[in-house]
C-alpha cells in the first residue's frame, strides 16, 4: 500500500518533465506506485468507454426530444396565429352586429 492517496494531479507532477523512456524508469515512482497509476488509467479508460456506451444508447432518445421540441415551437406559432385571426374575426362580427342594422 503507498504512503499516501495520490491524486491525478500528483501523478501529473511526479511525471512532469520527464521526455524519455530512460528518464521514466528513474523517476521516482516505486512499483506499487506505478501499478498504483496504472490501476487509476485503467479506471478511467472503463470510465470513459461507460460514458461512451451511455451516450449512444441516450443519443437517438434525445435527438428525438430535440425534434418535439422543434416541433412545438412551430405548433405554437400556429397556434397563436389561429387564435390571433379567431379573436379578430370575433370582434369584427361583434362590431357589425353592434353598428349595423340589416
Do not use: C
Request: proline share 2%; glycine share 2%; hydrophobic share 45%.
Amino acid at each position: 500500500m503507498p504512503d499516501k492517496d495520490y491524486t491525478l494531479a500528483d501523478m501529473l507532477d511526479a511525471t512532469h518533465g520527464v521526455d524519455s523512456a530512460e528518464d521514466r524508469r528513474k523517476a521516482n515512482l516505486s512499483e506499487s506506485e506505478r501499478d498504483r497509476i496504472h490501476q487509476k488509467l485503467d479506471e478511467l479508460r472503463d470510465m470513459i468507454r461507460d460514458h461512451i456506451e451511455d451516450e449512444k444508447q441516450i443519443a437517438p432518445a434525445l435527438n428525438e426530444l430535440i425534434a418535439l421540441w422543434r416541433a412545438s415551437k412551430i405548433i405554437a406559432v400556429f397556434i397563436a396565429g389561429a387564435a390571433a385571426l379567431i379573436s379578430t374575426t370575433w370582434a369584427a362580427v361583434v362590431w357589425i352586429k353592434e353598428h349595423v342594422r340589416l
